[in-house]
T-cell receptor
């Protein structure tokens, strides 16, 4: 298996633009997580899905952030409009059992100017 | 408030020594605790999981302890090597259904 695949790896955009991050989880994994990592706050859980259904989005910073999982092999995290404080590395992770190990993608580094 | 604390200062040790990293938590009653390794520019990679009823878990040169009374986990790397240099993250699974991460401790092993 290729592991969790994220795209793009790097995104530089201007404030106010829409940003879409994409994730392909490992086939067969029932859980998908979106995390954001910054130096100041570390890894923060934004939202997670179970069987394509959002279970907990309490970590989503505000209404500018939205996430979808239209099928078992694809998820998106959208920021509209983006702001400089959204600059961070965004990780997607998946797992078979939610108490088991998480498999992380390589992350999408977002810079908002 | 709920917190997971790892030493924010880097740990520098000499090759061959044992590295010990600490993870302290407050106001959680975790059912599980996990340790991950993260290299620069990469995603975290799972290392070990320990359950609340386990005191110790080993895997090759790695050892993790879990003291629910002290609310602390210790992560040991014996016979450390320069290739062990990375940031190590602890993560706990509280009784609520979330995996919460500490901010990590950077380990530097010098030859």
């Amino acid at each position: 298996d290729a592991g969790v695949i994220q795209s793009p790896r790097h995104e530089v955009t201007e404030m106010g633009q829409e940003v879409t991050l994409r994730c392909k989880p490992i086939s067969g994994h029932d859980y998908l997580f979106w995390y954001r990592q910054t130096m100041m706050r570390g890894l923060e859980l934004l939202i997670y899905f179970n069987n394509n259904v959002p279970i907990d989005d309490s970590g989503m910073p505000e209404d500018r952030f939205s996430a979808k999982m239209p099928n078992a092999s694809f998820s998106t995290l959208k920021i509209q409009p983006s702001e400089p404080r959204d600059s961070a590395v965004y990780f997607c992770a998946s797992t078979l059992s939610w108490t088991g190990e998480l498999f992380f993608g390589e992350g999408s580094r977002l810079t908002v100017l | 408030s709920q917190k997971i604390e790892q030493n924010s200062e880097a740990l520098n040790i000499q090759e061959g020594k044992t590295a010990t990293l600490t993870c302290n938590y407050t106001n959680y009653s975790p059912a599980y605790l996990q340790w991950y390794r993260q290299d620069p520019g990469r995603g975290p990679v799972f290392l070990l999981l320990i359950r609340e009823n386990e005191k110790e878990k080993r895997k090759e040169r790695l050892k993790v302890t879990f003291d629910t009374t002290l609310k602390q986990s210790l992560f040991h790397i014996t016979a450390s090597q320069p290739a062990d240099s990375a940031t190590y993250l602890c993560a706990l699974v509280p009784n609520t259904d979330k995996l919460i991460f500490g901010t990590g401790t950077r380990l530097q092993v010098f030859p």
